[in-house]
């Protein structure tokens, strides 16, 4: 039996090795959920916040210890993750005080006496999360699902172990009962027979399209409802009229979220050529500006990526688009030190065909392509397999609006801002990207029994 090993990232320390769960402890977990669904879907609203404005409280009070978590297992700056643990408590208030409302049931006029839809609960789902956002992944799934009645049992990334039991502890410390919400001390390979399972009634994933598409695949193969957020390449699109060095700020920082490790991180920039050389000025020296190192460090904006495996795929990928015809206008090479970390990265002269156009570059490399005017940028943006996010920079706020709404192929599409998640607005993509939504009225509505009543 392989143990769970967690590295630092920074380091190539190995910070602790945890057991995994025996076959019949995961029965006896996947047992105690379905007998915890039958006394928790009957508790009230009320009760459910209670327990929800107390993991806020958890999680802001732990902030900071959290935080130096993240940046241990999986290289997160430490500022970045005592906000990630602040976002967490919001979106557990936030369900907490909006849930009841937003699954109220509906009445609906026919000729019945009476007719209405309502909102329950499916039972015990499977949640299989990634290490990229290893408390906030969890979060915006969980308080949703707990609010609407459902217990859960997670399965995440087997280098976050700590992240995952920590979790596990604080919702027990917040008073919800025995059973409600456990962690699954599991590898990949048991994933299959979790879904196949006949307590699981439904699974959310959120990592890579070909995960996607194999929970899809088996998920489907038992008629379980799936909601799936995968990977983007997120294009931001910037026009002629934009303002410039607010435009730059932003898609650096979008770029250089998490090190780069965001699926929702902007990617590809499509600038139009017009002020092509302005923008790309801009960009590089903002991101040289950006200082890579201990992820410890407060003042720290890029860490090292999660794994060196990764890191040395995010090279072969940029080393390709190279050969390809791309430019390397700054970084792209591995530094000369311990740890995954990898250099903020500039590639121009990008083109379809090359990785750093058609694939998901997952670390602190940008893609600049050209556009010779605003219809061939909106084309550019829209030739991927991805659809998650997607954004565009103009001063004219009705045509930005316009190609927001009804031009750009993406789950989420904002207006000069950068690409995020909130708790008050649904989340998830198209295409390659996924399917289902998370947070919001409509996140919160994915697992639970859309039934129809009708009184003669």
């Not at 002629?240 to 979008?254: M, P, T």
Request: with cysteine; hydrophobic share 45%; glycine share 8%.
């Amino acid at each position: 039996m392989e143990w769970f090993t967690a590295m630092n990232p920074a380091t190539e320390q190995v910070i602790k090795k945890y057991r995994p769960d025996a076959a019949a402890t995961v029965q006896k977990k996947l047992k105690a959920g379905l007998q915890a669904f039958a006394s928790w879907k009957q508790t009230s609203f009320e009760e459910r916040a209670r327990i929800l404005r107390k993991a806020a409280e958890i999680l802001r009070n732990r902030k900071q210890e959290w935080a130096e978590l993240m940046a241990t297992e999986m290289g997160k700056p430490v500022a970045q993750g005592i906000s990630e643990a602040e976002k967490c408590a919001w979106a557990c208030e936030y369900y907490a005080q909006e849930a009841e409302a937003m699954l109220k049931p509906m009445e609906v006029p026919t000729d019945a006496s009476r007719s209405y839809v309502t909102f329950e609960p499916l039972g015990l789902v499977l949640a299989i999360m990634p290490w990229n956002f290893p408390f906030w992944q969890v979060f915006r799934f969980l308080a949703p699902n707990l609010m609407a009645g459902n217990t859960a049992v997670l399965k995440h990334a087997s280098n976050v172990p700590g992240c995952a039991l920590a979790i596990q502890e604080m919702m027990q410390q917040a008073g919800l009962p025995d059973g409600v919400f456990q962690t699954l001390m599991v590898s990949s390979a048991a994933v299959k027979d979790l879904i196949a399972h006949p307590s699981i009634q439904a699974v959310t994933l959120t990592g890579s399209t070909e995960a996607g598409k194999a929970v899809a695949r088996q998920a489907g193969a038992y008629l379980k409802k799936t909601v799936l957020e995968l990977g983007g390449s997120d294009p931001y699109v910037i026009l002629a009229d934009a303002d410039l060095d607010r435009a730059a700020e932003i898609c650096v920082n979008s770029r250089l979220i998490n090190s780069g490790q965001s699926c929702i991180a902007a990617k590809r920039f499509i600038v139009v050529k017009d002020i092509l050389n302005a923008f790309t000025e801009r960009f590089v020296a903002l991101m040289q500006e950006k200082t890579m190192g201990d992820p410890m460090q407060e003042h720290v904006d890029i860490g090292p990526l999660a794994r060196t495996d990764l890191r040395n795929q995010l090279h072969r990928q940029v080393q390709r688009s190279i050969q390809a015809g791309a430019r390397c206008i700054i970084g792209g090479k591995i530094p000369k030190q311990k740890g995954a970390f990898y250099p903020p990265t500039v590639l121009t002269h990008v083109k379809k065909g090359m990785p750093a156009f058609d694939e998901e570059l997952f670390g602190p490399v940008a893609a600049i392509i050209a556009a010779k005017d605003e219809q061939e940028a909106i084309q550019l943006a829209n030739q991927t397999t991805f659809g998650l996010g997607a954004a565009v920079f103009t001063r004219d706020l009705q045509k930005g609006e316009q190609i927001a709404a009804h031009q750009l192929e993406a789950g989420n599409c904002f207006v000069n801002a950068l690409v995020k998640s909130d708790p008050r607005l649904p989340f998830g993509g198209i295409k390659s990207s996924g399917y289902g939504r998370e947070l919001g009225l409509f996140g919160i509505r994915e697992f639970v029994n859309i039934k129809t009543v009708y009184m003669a």
